[in-house]
């Protein structure tokens, strides 16, 4: 079959959207899923700088939700018409699979970001014939169809608004994830967010949605704005004596934080603004060294990095159904759609922080 998609064919090229070719259908284990939407993550941006380590020429995207249109056989557990949301890919066989941490598998980076499963990479291609990188995040959603294995594919109720979810499967996921997850916050708990962007964001709703009292720190004002709508205390990231600010908003220091900026200096001072035995998670990838100041990890504090939000997606995402169902979960509010033909206006707006979650709409009405 052929179908439009957007191809990255160079790190510093616009997307290119153009007709690809599949020649087979679903294997077995796969589905054939009809896109309706695509968030864009910074992890599809970042691969402009991932110096040569991520092959082009690609169709990446790995937010993707859509329709059931074939499936490779029954063992996939879903039929033609199940609504999905896609997530990320993992192996199912090492350790952290089988422990039911399938972010932290053994094979996350080859399988999402450095390739993708080889077999049957060939059925995919450019018009031309031309080859194109395996799926990027076991999908590659920037486009109309995607071949994807059962495995990262999530059922979800067909009342929800299915071109907007595809974000619970990374983005949103990721914030929410390290809350409800990874920290286990609840009533009482206090959580300390830097970054109000689409993960910070879905952190900010996670900690309310679960009792616990949130605090947004950015430099941006209308990022400011959001997480205050959203029933944090928005906190400026130039204000003076940041950690004591903090300190004094969580009565003598948060007991959990969060950081998407991987700023050093913003690090510091999240471990500085923890009560003791606060714990700090990291989501963003470092580039340089992270300097830690004496006595930041004292008094049993504790900081580590935080993969897809610690989420087993099957488990996760129907969570965040049913708390936007509830009304405490209002992800919907922080996407703007762009068909896909506009992906490199997306982008744009995206780096330039006019948009918190852009979602792609290959198919128009
Ligand atoms: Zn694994
Ligand atoms: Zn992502």
């Given at each position: 079959?052929?179908?439009?998609?957007?191809?990255?064919?160079?790190?510093?090229?616009?997307?290119?959207?153009?007709?690809?070719?599949?020649?087979?259908?679903?294997a077995e284990g796969e589905i054939?899923?009809?896109?309706?939407?695509?968030?864009?993550?910074?992890?599809?941006?970042?691969?402009?700088?991932?110096?040569?380590?991520?092959?082009?020429?690609?169709?990446?995207?790995h937010?993707?939700?859509?329709?059931?249109?074939?499936?490779g056989?029954?063992d996939t557990g879903l039929?033609?018409?199940?609504?999905v949301v896609l997530s990320f890919d993992s192996c199912g066989h090492c350790r952290s699979c089988l422990g039911a941490a399938p972010a932290y598998c053994d094979r996350f980076a080859p399988l999402n970001l450095f390739g993708g499963r080889p077999e049957?990479?060939?059925?995919?291609?450019?018009?031309?014939?031309?080859?194109?990188?395996p799926r990027w995040f076991g999908q590659?959603?920037?486009?109309?169809?995607?071949?994807v294995p059962a495995r990262n594919a999530v059922r979800?109720?067909?009342?929800?608004?299915?071109?907007?979810?595809?974000?619970?499967g990374c983005?949103?996921l990721t914030?929410?994830g390290a809350?409800l997850n990874s920290?286990?916050?609840?009533?009482?708990?206090?959580?300390?967010?830097?970054?109000?962007?689409?993960?910070?964001?879905?952190?900010?709703?996670?900690?309310?949605?679960?009792?616990?009292?949130?605090?947004?720190?950015?430099?941006?004002?209308?990022?400011?704005?959001?997480?205050?709508?959203?029933?944090?205390?928005?906190?400026?990231?130039?204000?003076?004596?940041?950690?004591?600010?903090?300190?004094?908003?969580?009565?003598?220091?948060?007991?959990?934080?969060?950081?998407?900026?991987?700023?050093?200096?913003?690090?510091?001072?999240?471990?500085?603004?923890?009560?003791?035995?606060?714990?700090?998670?990291?989501?963003?990838?470092?580039?340089?060294?992270?300097?830690?100041?004496?006595?930041?990890?004292?008094?049993?504090?504790?900081?580590s990095h935080i993969c897809e939000g610690g989420a087993v997606p099957g488990l996760l995402i129907p969570r965040?159904?049913?708390?936007?169902?509830?009304?405490?979960?209002?992800?919907?509010?922080?996407?703007?759609?762009?068909?896909?033909?506009?992906?490199?206006?997306?982008?744009?707006?995206?780096?330039?922080?006019?948009?918190?979650?852009?979602?792609?709409?290959?198919?128009?009405?």
């Amino acid at each position: 079959m052929r179908f439009g998609a957007a191809v990255l064919r160079s790190y510093e090229e616009p997307f290119a959207v153009e007709e690809v070719v599949l020649s087979s259908g679903p294997a077995e284990g796969e589905i054939l899923v009809r896109i309706a939407g695509c968030g864009m993550c910074r992890t599809d941006l970042a691969v402009r700088r991932s110096a040569g380590r991520s092959p082009l020429p690609a169709v990446l995207g790995h937010e993707g939700s859509g329709v059931v249109v074939e499936t490779g056989g029954p063992d996939t557990g879903l039929a033609a018409g199940d609504h999905v949301v896609l997530s990320f890919d993992s192996c199912g066989h090492c350790r952290s699979c089988l422990g039911a941490a399938p972010a932290y598998c053994d094979r996350f980076a080859p399988l999402n970001l450095f390739g993708g499963r080889p077999e049957k990479a060939a059925r995919f291609t450019d018009a031309a014939g031309g080859a194109l990188a395996p799926r990027w995040f076991g999908q590659s959603s920037f486009a109309a169809y995607a071949v994807v294995p059962a495995r990262n594919a999530v059922r979800v109720d067909p009342s929800l608004p299915l071109a907007l979810l595809g974000p619970l499967g990374c983005g949103f996921l990721t914030g929410a994830g390290a809350v409800l997850n990874s920290f286990g916050a609840g009533p009482g708990d206090t959580v300390a967010v830097y970054g109000a962007g689409a993960v910070g964001l879905a952190a900010v709703m996670a900690a309310t949605a679960a009792g616990a009292v949130a605090v947004a720190v950015d430099r941006h004002p209308e990022r400011l704005a959001l997480a205050e709508k959203l029933d944090a205390v928005p906190v400026h990231s130039d204000s003076a004596d940041l950690p004591d600010r903090v300190r004094r908003l969580t009565d003598g220091g948060a007991q959990y934080a969060l950081d998407t900026t991987g700023s050093a200096q913003l690090i510091n001072d999240a471990l500085r603004a923890l009560r003791p035995t606060g714990h700090l998670g990291l989501v963003a990838r470092l580039h340089t060294a992270l300097p830690l100041e004496p006595g930041t990890l004292d008094r049993g504090r504790k900081i580590s990095h935080i993969c897809e939000g610690g989420a087993v997606p099957g488990l996760l995402i129907p969570r965040l159904t049913g708390l936007w169902q509830a009304g405490r979960f209002p992800f919907d509010q922080l996407i703007r759609t762009y068909p896909l033909a506009d992906i490199n206006e997306a982008e744009r707006d995206c780096e330039a922080g006019l948009v918190v979650k852009p979602v792609l709409i290959p198919h128009q009405a």
